[in-house]
């Protein structure tokens, strides 16, 4: 399976964009066998889908409900990685960010990354 | 949404014992598409199973998962020290949902 480093800031302020980069390794960004997903666990412990971005003859996005309005997920082919932001944080969105990948399934990982967001 | 309901939330268990998790959905999941997860501290999860029953790459054989329709558990045969930790369950059949977990802990 591919390796997924994350890499991106891990404080900030109620109202500022969140934006986290997953450069991944042993993998194409263009994989036709899977997704390149963002999942968020709460400090209480619980997993949250956000999103994924894939690429079957076009690129593909898909949101959860939750977070629609403020995400965006990108890819830069150039570079192998994906991206994400996510605007207008509250203390609600603290949280240890993954990017992940697989079929469905996830079977790679990035390290995560504890994000916290507070005056 | 395909709501997740892992139970119970807390086992306490001690090592050689057989454990039975299980996963409940809220309504019927394809057996192609649930997957389960083990995370321990300050890890990030990782992969046991997926559709219902394959064993992800490198899992041994004492991790095992059953079930159909809204029904599915994940069985681990002998309880090894390693195995101490938090088990999720997942779908990935309409957009993708995670329970919250079964902490196993030693007894």
């Known amino acids: 399976q591919a390796q997924l480093q994350q890499s991106g800031p891990g404080l900030l302020q109620p109202s500022q964009t969140l934006s986290l980069t997953c450069a991944i390794s042993?993998?194409?960004?263009?994989?036709?066998?899977?997704?390149w997903n963002w999942i968020r666990q709460s400090p209480s412990g619980g997993l949250e889908w956000l999103g994924r971005t894939y690429y079957r003859s076009r690129w593909h996005t898909d949101y959860a409900l939750s977070v629609k309005s403020r995400m965006t997920i990108n890819s830069d082919t150039s570079k192998n990685q994906i991206s994400m932001q996510l605007n207008s944080v509250t203390p609600d969105d603290t949280a240890v960010y993954y990017c992940a990948g697989g079929p469905g399934a996830f079977d790679s990982w990035g390290q995560g990354t504890l994000v916290t967001v507070s005056s | 949404e395909i709501v997740l309901t892992q139970s119970p939330g807390t086992l306490s268990l001690s090592p050689g014992e057989r454990v039975t998790l299980s996963c409940r959905a809220s309504?019927?999941?394809?057996?192609?598409?649930l997957a389960w997860y083990q995370q321990k501290f300050g890890q990030a999860p990782r992969l046991l199973i997926y559709?219902?029953?394959s064993r992800a790459t490198g899992i041994p054989d004492k991790f095992s998962g059953s079930g159909s329709g809204t029904d599915f558990t994940l069985t681990i045969s002998r309880l090894e020290p390693e195995d101490f930790a938090v088990y999720y369950c997942?779908?990935?059949?309409?957009?993708?949902?995670f329970g919250g977990g079964t902490k196993v802990e030693i007894k």
């Open positions: 309504q019927s999941v394809p057996t192609t598409s």
């Open positions: 559709g219902t029953s």
């Open positions: 997942q779908q990935y059949f309409t957009s993708l949902t």
């Open positions: 042993g993998d194409s960004v263009f994989s036709n066998s899977g997704a």
